[in-house]
Every structure is written in C-alpha cells, then in structure tokens.
C-alpha cells in the first residue's frame, strides 16, 4: 500500500514537470450557464443530440505523448492508458473499442504512435521497454528511467541512481539512446529532478548544487543560469519557469538571455498548453509586493515577452490546473471539478471531469466496476459537451 500511494505521489510530481484565453464563450455545453456559483449538484439538462465525435489529430497531443509523465496518451486514433494497477490498455477511436495490451506494472510512459516505452515501478523492477501496438515487449535498458522523452529517432532519458525517497523525483546521468536501445551515451551527468528540451537546447538542474543549468543537445557549452534548490516545470526559447525549494516553494520566472528572474507567487503548478504558458499560484500582492495573497489565480505568460495576464481565479488551494482552452482553466483532484474563467467566473463539472486525462479538445476519463476493473474509457468533448464511452472488448 505504502509503495502504491509512493507512485501516485510521483505521479503528480512528473505532472507538475510535465510538462489560449480570450473572452469566455457562449452558454457552456455543462448546463450550468452563466452562473457564478453553480450547484455542484446540479444535473445536466436534456440537449439536442450533438454530431458524432471527430478524433481527429489535435495540435498539442504529440508533443505530450512523447513527454513520459501522463497515464493516458493519443496519437492520431490510437489511445493508450495504463491503470498502474492490471496493465496498459490500447484504444482504436475510430472503432470505438480497445483490448488489453500487457499485464506491465507501468510507472511513466511515452508513445510515439508505434511503440509505448515505458519503465515499471522503481520498487519494482528497475528495467526500461518499448512494446508495439501488437502486444510484443522489448527490453531496451537494465535500469530505472523515471523522466524520457522521445524526440525524432531518439530517447533522451535519466537513469535513475537510487531514490530520493520523499519527492520521488528523477536523479543520474542525462542520457541518450536510439530508440532501439543501442547507441547509449550520457550526455550531462549528475542531473536531478526535471529537465526540459527546446530546440537543441536542454534546462536541468545539477544534482549537486540544486542550480538550473543549460547545455547544448550534445551535453557541450553548459551555463548556469540561476542558484537555489530548483524544479523546472517549463522551458521556452526565451524563459525557464521553476519552483525554488530555499524560497517557501517560490514559482519563478527566469529571462534565459538576461538571467533576471521573477517571481510570480508561492505554491501551485505550472502548464503547458500547446505553446502558451500557465502558472497557478498565490500571486504577491501590496505596493511593495512583499504579501503573499490567499487566493490562487491563474497566470498566462507571454512566452516572448514575459508579461504576465490574469486569466482566472480559482477558489481552493487543495486541487490542480489540469488543462486550459477556450478561457476556461480545468481544474481537478478536488472535491468537485470545476472550470474558472474571467470576472472570477466558476462552473462546476461532472465528477468525470475530476480525474480525467486533458488532451487538446477531449477529457479522456477511466471508467472502472467494482467486479472487472478498467471496463473503457468516457470521452468527454470540451467544445460541445458530447460523450462517447469506448469499451474494452470482452
């Protein structure tokens, strides 16, 4: 039990690294119209019947599945999830079913359309797979990556040296390696927490100062860039944004050129939603800036200019930005899901919203029975409010 409730800590750990607005739209398709404050039980009205779902490929959802960090991954109509629990599980969208694909213990995965790469529980075994569409497992690595990414023919991973047993957090050498397994290399040693790629440019932090660093993709040219006791969670060409642990958990921004550095807020998490930038947090406040507000907003920063839009207001402090589109923020892992938009507007979801999985137009929820476990997977359409449930095949 306890190392169950370990993999979901680091689970929510890899989403903080893992990882638009404009005016809010006409009447929402969650039945709860304008209303600021909707009953969270209220239920959803009788509507038309919306147009069959179209799965077309999104414009962010291949950019996140080759980030290792999610349960639930897209490509083009192919849909993986894995329960962490009885295995991985492939979707056809356009067939509107899915079959078990393997009995893994899967910790983090990334898929690239024809393979999922996946590494099982560091306490588990401490080994690294790919398995293709057709259910044949191969193993690349004897050890435990708990961060990859797929980029081109490429697998730019850390692997793993011991644990660090509160935050669960990737620490080793920076490697790379096709994605056959062969041709391993380290190209920056000693690298903990998360790093980021952008362009031929890679952000991590260094395992023994805690400092934020850039090299090139090759390893050459390392430069620090800011001190403390770091975790990047987003990276531009222009800005790093990380938590600074020496600094109450202080969410920063960071000019990558200039090295001066911002600071947004304390608490909360950051998102990246195709190329725009979000920071939930606990803005400072006070002509001097040195109070610390209670409520949390949502921040959008100008990825080329660095300013900073206040998009939302969200209510709680015990819950997660999950998604943003349309002007609306989705928030989950609370007691009710809800959306926040401007003018401190709230809408509160249907509770499959809470541990759904974001993907571009789509929230891609789990459905589970008491008797049989996973039974298939609810999809849930953002833009128009249509359900669609894929069913496992017997």
């Known amino acids: 039990m306890k190392k169950y409730f370990l993999r979901l800590f680091a689970l929510s750990l890899a989403l903080l690294a893992l990882a638009g607005c404009g005016q809010i739209g006409s009447a929402p398709p969650f039945g709860l119209g304008d209303n600021k404050a909707a009953n969270p039980d209220d239920s959803k009205p009788d509507a038309a019947e919306p147009p069959a779902p179209s799965f077309s490929p999104g414009a962010d959802e291949k950019r996140f599945a080759q980030a290792s960090g999610s349960s639930m991954l897209k490509w083009d109509n192919l849909l993986v999830y894995t329960d962490r629990q009885t295995g991985l599980y492939l979707f056809d969208l356009e067939a509107g079913e899915g079959r078990a694909l393997s009995d893994a213990d899967i910790n983090v995965m990334a898929f690239d359309g024809e393979y999922v790469f996946y590494s099982p529980s560091y306490y588990t075994e401490r080994e690294f797979y790919r398995i293709d569409t057709a259910g044949n497992t191969e193993k690349l690595l004897d050890s435990a990556v708990l961060q990859f990414l797929l980029r081109g023919d490429k697998i730019y991973f850390t692997r793993q040296e011991g644990i660090d047993e509160i935050n669960q957090t990737p620490q080793g050498d920076l490697c790379v ?110 002509a001097t800036n040195d109070t610390v507000s209670y409520t949390f907003v949502v921040l959008r920063m100008d990825p080329v200019t660095g300013e900073a839009e206040q998009v939302a207001t969200t209510p709680t402090a015990v819950d997660f930005m999950k998604h943003f589109r349309d002007g609306w923020v989705y928030i989950g892992w609370t007691d009710k899901p809800y959306r926040a938009g401007e003018n401190e507007a709230i809408e509160y979801l249907p509770d499959a919203y809470n541990d759904g999985f974001y993907i571009d137009a789509y929230c891609f929820a789990p459905v589970f029975s008491a008797d049989s476990g996973l039974d298939g997977i609810l999809c849930l359409n953002l833009d128009d409010g249509h359900e669609v449930t894929l069913h496992l095949k017997p």
């Open 177 to 286: 390696m096709n994605k056959d397994g062969s041709g391993l290399e380290v190209v920056i040693p000693k690298v903990k927490n998360y790093f980021k790629i952008v362009g031929d440019t890679i952000f991590y932090t260094d395992w023994d100062s805690r400092a934020i660093y850039r090299a090139g993709i090759d390893g050459t040219g390392k430069e620090k860039l800011a001190d403390g006791r770091t975790l990047i969670t987003m990276a531009n060409e222009n800005y790093v944004y990380y938590v600074d642990y020496n600094d109450n958990e202080a969410h920063y921004q960071l000019n990558i050129k200039s090295k001066e550095k911002t600071k947004l807020g304390l608490f909360g998490n950051a998102l990246q939603v195709g190329e725009e930038y979000f920071v939930r947090t606990r803005p400072l406040i006070g």
